[in-house]
């Protein structure tokens, strides 16, 4: 039987990847989905997707750099839903340009907005539904880089995804109080659009040994319907044939 019947959960960054696959497994769980993102035709497909296998989902688009969205969004939630129990805080990027020497002031400002921002403005945006109901669970994408900082995710997004990490430590800090959980997910490479702006090309070979998005997917709904007293604080997953550790394996080589 579906566990998340009656549930409404807003997946952010839903048109593509892991936003993508989660909506999907979530909305396979019984879970009416909001979904947000930039682009709207990717989030219409995701909605139809998603109605196509009788599940429930609503396209809630807008840029979430600007927090006036995060405010529209979960306002419509409340009007028109009435209630938020998971927030799947997930939407973020990357840029090409992303080492120290080559990163513009521009390029700060869209890697933090989108990395660090972003998941700020949708916590502060969903926190009042959540206490006024007395529970909810939140899941944000960090990442490995929210852990352990590399020259491959670059300065701008390393630092983004430690402020994630922290953010959600202190949700749990002070909400638990209120019922809401707060997990921190930690991602390594996954295969998923995301990789396009890498600085080196990423082969096919390479993204079928990283984790896959459902796989993710997989974690997000798995926490999403554990019982209320349990917090999962902090997962990280990786690929068994992580890169991180065998570029360390051939500089010892
Ligand atoms: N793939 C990996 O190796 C990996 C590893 C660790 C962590 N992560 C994290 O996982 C999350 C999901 O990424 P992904 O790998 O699934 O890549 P993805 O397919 O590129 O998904 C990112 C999504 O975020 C949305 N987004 C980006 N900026 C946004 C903004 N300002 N406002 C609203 N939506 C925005 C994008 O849609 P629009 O362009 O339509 O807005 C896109 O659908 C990200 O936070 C990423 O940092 C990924």
Redesign the pocket.
């Given at each position: 039987m579906a566990q998340l019947t009656g549930k409404v959960a807003w997946v952010?960054?839903?048109?593509?990847?892991?936003?993508?696959?989660s909506a999907l497994a979530l909305a396979s769980e019984g879970a009416a989905v909001v979904l947000?993102?930039?682009?709207?035709e990717?989030?219409e497909t995701v909605r139809a997707k998603i109605e196509s296998k009788g599940g429930s989902a609503h396209v809630q688009?807008?840029?979430?750099?600007?927090s006036a969205?995060a405010q529209r969004i979960a306002a419509w939630i409340q009007q028109t839903l009435g209630r938020l129990d998971i927030l799947v805080n997930?939407?973020?990027?990357?840029i090409g340009q992303r080492a120290w020497g080559e990163l513009t002031f521009e390029g700060a400002d869209h890697v933090l907005?989108?990395?660090l921002n972003?998941?700020f403005y949708c916590v502060i945006a969903a926190l009042p539904l959540m206490r006024a109901q007395r529970g909810g669970v939140m899941i944000h994408?960090?990442?490995?880089?929210?852990r352990y900082s590399s020259a491959l995710?670059g300065p701008a997004?390393n630092a983004a995804?430690h402020g994630?990490v922290a953010m959600s430590e202190t949700i749990n800090m002070t909400e638990c109080v209120h019922g809401i959980r707060s997990c921190a997910?930690?991602?390594?490479?996954?295969?998923?659009?995301?990789?396009?702006?890498r600085p080196n090309p990423v082969s096919a070979e390479e993204r079928a040994r990283?984790?896959q998005?459902e796989d993710?997917a997989d974690l997000i709904r798995y926490i999403a319907c554990l019982p209320p007293h349990v917090c999962i604080n902090e997962v990280l997953i990786s690929p068994t044939w992580n890169r991180f550790y065998t570029a360390q394996l051939q500089q010892r080589l």
């Open positions: 952010t960054g839903a048109g593509s990847g892991i936003g993508e696959a947000t993102g930039r682009r709207t990717a989030l688009a807008g840029d979430l750099m600007q969205t997930n939407a973020g990027l990357n907005g989108a990395n972003n998941p994408t960090a990442s490995w880089a929210g995710t997004y995804k994630v997910l930690c991602p390594g490479e996954v295969a998923t659009p995301i990789l396009e702006k990283m984790v998005a993710c």
